[in-house]
């Protein structure tokens, strides 16, 4: 069964301080590791997908990494827009068309 | 592009009551999905459409039901709710399996009291 873990639950951080979201996973097979943002009261905003361990992508002040056991959410320099709940989610090679998500990381940043 | 949309945004129901949440997309994506989220317990997959004609179970299934209606539309519905389904729910589409980007709707808030 295909398992995500996030950590920390919780982040605040203050305007400019650097920090990283972490995603620990278990999957047979990964066909894909995806990182989104949550705003309240809204769906899921796609940010980026992983394939690959070695893999970065980057946007504006956010860039994610993935090694074979772990992913993780850099933010540089954030703004108080950066606060969010980041979601990361698998896709594992047997379990075809569900995403396993974790149960993400509430990001506050104060100005 | 509208995306993913959903319809209600919110609903109230009295237990054994039944409704059905409407899903629709307009980018041609193949497979469909429906998620709930709840506190402290992350979104879950209630069923998916790999594409139009067929429907499986994901991971919390009991006491839905699911219609691929076309190409475009995915409903869910629940027959007779109950307070532990009070949540709120997530449609989303991705272009043809699991290693695509799912898109998600903007969800659909139900309290079953």
């Known amino acids: 069964e295909d398992q995500v873990t996030q950590s920390p639950e919780a982040l605040r951080l203050q305007e400019g301080e650097s920090s990283s979201l972490n995603c620990s996973y278990t999957?047979?097979?990964?066909?894909?590791l995806f990182w989104y943002r949550q705003d309240p009261g809204k769906g899921p905003e796609f940010l980026f997908t992983?394939?690959?361990a070695g893999e970065e992508k980057e946007k504006e002040r956010l860039k994610a990494t993935l090694t074979k056991k772990e992913s993780f959410l850099h933010i540089t320099a954030p703004k108080p827009e950066d606060s969010a709940t980041y979601l990361c989610?698998?896709?594992?090679?047997?379990?075809?068309?569900?995403?396993?998500f974790g149960q993400g990381t509430i990001l506050t940043v104060h100005p | 592009n509208a995306g993913v949309t959903q319809t209600p945004k919110f609903q109230v129901l009295k237990t054994g009551q039944s409704m059905t949440l409407q899903c629709a997309q307009d980018?041609?994506?193949?497979?469909m999905y429906w998620y709930r989220q709840d506190p402290g317990m992350g979104l879950r997959l209630i069923y998916y459409?790999?594409?139009?004609?067929?429907?499986d179970k994901g991971e919390v299934p009991n006491g839905y039901n699911v219609s691929r209606l076309n190409k475009r539309e995915f409903s869910l519905r629940l027959e007779s709710a109950a307070p532990s389904q009070t949540s709120v729910y997530f449609c989303?589409?991705?272009?043809?399996?699991?290693?695509?980007?799912?898109?998600f709707g903007p969800g659909t808030r139900l309290t079953v009291l």
């Open positions: 989303a589409s991705t272009l043809t399996g699991p290693s695509d980007t799912q898109y």
């Open positions: 999957v047979s097979g990964l066909r894909g």
């Open positions: 992983l394939y690959s």
């Open positions: 989610a698998v896709a594992g090679g047997t379990s075809y068309g569900k995403l396993t």
């Open positions: 980018m041609n994506h193949n497979s």
């Open positions: 459409s790999a594409s139009e004609g067929t429907t």
